[in-house]
């Protein structure tokens, strides 16, 4: 008896075994090349020869990707949102896959776009739709920015300055991002403050604004994030000179004090950019 049903599941493995289809050998193929793949990316910081050879296999994937990162996007999900284990290295190899794709992921637009908004996958939907990029994946990251909830913020906060080369997306932007600049929260200020300085957009209405962020926040890493972002406006920044050379003077905080004395030198030297 045991032998006979031994061999009805042998049978059936065997019949199993012949009737899959070409299509689900190649989808089969294609899930364990994306997997290895993902491993070999690491994260947007590594370099080499075998992280250049994984980039190149995975855009030959294209869209073919999509639905192994769909899977990979719903478990770190899950991992996330538990806290179970560690995430930062499968959260490094998504932003990775999105790097390296681009484009190509747009078609998961609209599910990275609810992930944001509700809080999922914080790790990795902001980086995600800015390496998308385009405008709707841009006003989405600005919409993020009134969310209620101060990580949703933060993350848009964070990621919307991938879109400094985005007129429509960096304007919107630079208005939401003015307004966080009184929020309670002193990160949630001095994200607002450093990606104002990285657009580098409307000097006449964000020099002024920082430099009252440089001048009255009560957080020194405010003031000085504030400073370091006027420095970047060089000299369309000229009009606050005083008022930084005044801050180095007498900011009660040494390390503010020395960031004013670097921005003013950049506000007042001709920068290949103006």
């Known amino acids: 008896m045991c032998k006979r049903i031994l ?17 689900a050998a190649a989808f089969a193929w294609e899930k364990r ?18 992280r250049d050879e994984a980039a190149e296999v995975l855009r030959s994937m294209g869209t073919n990707a999509l639905p192994f990162l769909r899977q990979e996007l719903r478990t770190y999900e899950r991992i996330e949102s538990t806290k179970a284990s560690p995430v930062t290295d499968r959260k490094l190899q998504l932003q990775a896959v999105f790097e390296v794709l681009g484009t190509n992921a747009a078609p998961l637009l609209p599910e990275l776009i609810e992930d944001l908004h509700a809080g999922r996958n914080l790790g990795v939907a902001p980086y995600a739709l800015a390496r998308i990029g385009g405008e709707q994946a841009g006003i989405a990251l ?22 400094e080369t985005n007129a429509t997306v960096a304007e919107k932007a630079v ?5 966080i600049l009184s929020h309670d929260s002193g990160v949630m200020r001095a994200t607002a403050a450093d990606t104002l300085g990285i657009l580098e ?6 020099v002024p604004v920082l430099l009252a962020a440089a001048q009255k926040d009560s957080d020194p890493v ?14 369309n920044a000229i009009v606050a000179k005083s008022a930084i050379a005044e801050i180095a003077n007498s900011d009660k905080d ?21």
């Open 33 to 50: 090349e994306f997997e290895t793949v993902l491993k070999a990316l690491g994260s947007p910081f590594e370099t080499g020869p075998a």
């Open 222 to 235: 405010v003031r000085m994030v504030a400073l370091k972002s006027l420095g970047r406006f060089g000299t």
């Open 254 to 274: 040494e390390d503010v004090r020395r960031l004013a004395r670097q921005a003013l030198q950049a506000v007042s030297v001709e920068g290949p950019g103006h």
């Open 142 to 163: 600005v919409n993020a920015m009134t969310n209620s909830n101060l990580q949703i913020r933060i993350s848009g906060a964070i990621a919307v300055r991938y879109f």
């Open 7 to 23: 061999l009805r599941i042998f049978v059936r493995m065997l019949v199993g075994l012949v009737v899959i289809t070409p299509a």
């Open 175 to 179: 208005v939401a991002l003015s307004e």
């Open 201 to 206: 957009r409307s000097p006449a209405f964000i």
